[in-house]
């Protein structure tokens, strides 16, 4: 069988399946919380609230308000019990893939994200207790988790695009994939739900990820050949090798090169850790705020709610696209989408509407912009064996900052629900500060080393978006054993 390049098919049927559970997770907890702490089921309805199926006492709103504490420490947990495995993994096995190939950093996920969904069908097809989630979530990140996927899709498009404009536009157009086949099954999921139930949905989204998976194993041509090596050599300490080989890769990304180099990747994680803390924080809370009085929104509003949210993967792409056409510095681009995100998420803190609730969504089309372009502004730093060990660190940081993020604002809307649930957003609109400020920092540090050595154009190449061919960066690659 032909093997192909293509690596947009794994992405876009994992992502279809992804976004077609994710979206029904708080919805399945929440109202199995409503059904154990107010002895009540569930009001569905075919209107567009459920607050007109509820009788608004004082009472019942202190129930609502414990469901919701309820299922945003659920939400706590789950991230507490899985986070150190899936950011160990995410940073040893996509940094060993510079080595042994990028598929094992694409499978593994695969794997472990069928294991979740299928320990999801089980529990909701027989009903066994909803905390059993917590274990399942835990032995799905023994395999890594979504970080380790990405971050060996983002260094399967690094090796196959030499061009440094072509590779961002590439890493571009996955998140649009991935935003346009999830609005898709985000659109699709609340009537999937109302029509079936939350079984088949669960059973889709297993199939569609053995799909995937077969997709992965016996179609997907790997882009990194492993070398061939002696055999009395490789059975001698097999292990300890092995794991040398995972920690070498990113000793070397920092300890063989430059320090200007450093200090400008390290600036740049820095703006894409902050930034990412900011806007899945605020995202996180949506859903459970949309299922809050006065919005109470029924299940076919959170998809579409679902859908509009992820038609800015394409919305950024085109504007990604457009300004690097029209020559936009990076870091310009970079700008204009936080500045995309912190005017939607102060917006999206007074909505108490639906019609605002879906008008919130239009200051937020470009606020996916930054990743990519950051993505490419760091994989132009390296060389081609270095970016397995550069894309390990990047996933490693978006899962850290992700997970605490989770995290953090899961406990603050626990306890601001009450008074105030609007507080997480304004909070992530504030935060989006901190990477204006490093953007700025990174601006000043390039024009201080362009000023101290002008015969060495790299970082001034970098910020107006040209590739850097330096030599010192071939140099300094690593020679892999």
């Known amino acids: 069988m032909k093997r192909l390049y293509l690596i947009e098919p794994v992405i876009g049927i994992y992502a279809f399946a992804s976004f077609l559970v994710y979206p029904l997770v708080q919805q399945y907890v929440y109202r199995r919380l409503w059904k154990d702490i107010t002895n009540t089921t569930y009001p569905v309805s075919d209107n567009s609230s459920r607050c007109v199926l509820t009788n608004i006492s004082s009472n019942h709103t202190n129930q609502n308000e414990e469901v919701q504490r309820q299922a945003s420490l659920f939400s706590l947990y789950t991230e507490l019990f899985s986070i150190i495995p899936s950011l160990t993994v995410t940073l040893l096995l996509v940094a060993y893939s510079d080595q042994r190939g990028r598929k094992m950093t694409i499978v593994l996920p695969l794997i472990g994200s069928l294991i979740y969904t299928l320990s999801f069908l089980a529990i909701s097809y027989f009903e066994l207790n909803v905390y059993l989630l917590i274990g399942a979530s835990l032995l799905s990140s023994l395999f890594g988790g979504l970080g380790t996927f990405l971050g060996g899709c983002f260094a399967y498009v690094a090796d196959l695009c030499e061009d440094g404009q072509r590779r961002t536009l590439r890493m571009a157009g996955v998140d649009m994939v991935i935003g346009l086949v999830s609005g898709v099954a985000s659109l699709s999921s609340g009537y999937f739900l109302r029509a079936a139930g939350f079984n088949w949905p669960f059973f889709t989204g297993a199939i569609l990820q053995c799909v995937s998976l077969l997709y992965a194993v016996f179609i997907l041509e790997e882009t990194i050949k492993k070398p061939p090596e002696d055999d009395a050599t490789a059975n001698r300490h097999p292990r300890r090798s092995d794991l040398k080989q995972m920690l070498y890769g990113i000793y070397h990304l920092y300890a063989g090169a430059t320090c200007r180099r450093n200090v400008l990747i390290v600036l740049i994680l820095l703006i894409f850790a902050t930034f990412s803390f900011a806007y899945v924080g605020g995202l ?13 929104w029924s299940e076919i509003l959170i998809g579409y709610g679902s859908a509009l949210s992820t038609s800015v993967f394409l919305t950024s792409f085109l504007g990604v696209s457009a300004f690097m056409y029209c020559g936009v510095p990076p870091l ?17 803190a007074f909505a108490n509407t639906t019609t605002l609730m879906f008008l919130v969504r239009l200051p937020m089309l470009l606020a996916i912009m930054p990743f990519p372009v950051l993505r490419g502004m760091m994989s132009k730093l390296v060389s081609k064996t270095e970016q397995g060990a550069l894309f390990a660190c990047v996933a490693f940081v978006d899962s850290l900052s992700s997970n605490i993020a989770y ?9 601001t629900v009450s008074w105030y649930p609007g507080f997480s957003f304004l909070l992530a609109a504030g935060l989006c500060s901190v990477p204006i400020v490093l953007l700025g920092v990174v601006c000043v540090v390039g024009i201080d080393h362009c000023e101290e050595k002008k015969e060495d154009s790299e970082t001034e190449r970098l910020l107006s978006g040209e590739e850097v061919h330096s030599e010192d960066q071939n140099d300094n690659a690593p020679v892999m054993s």
């Open 407 to 415: 995290t953090v604002f899961t406990t603050i809307y626990a306890e």
């Open 284 to 296: 996180s809370m949506i859903t459970l705020y949309e299922l809050k009085a006065p919005l109470c």
């Open 332 to 348: 310009l681009i970079v700008l204009m989408g936080i500045l995309s995100v912190m005017s939607g998420m102060t917006l999206l």
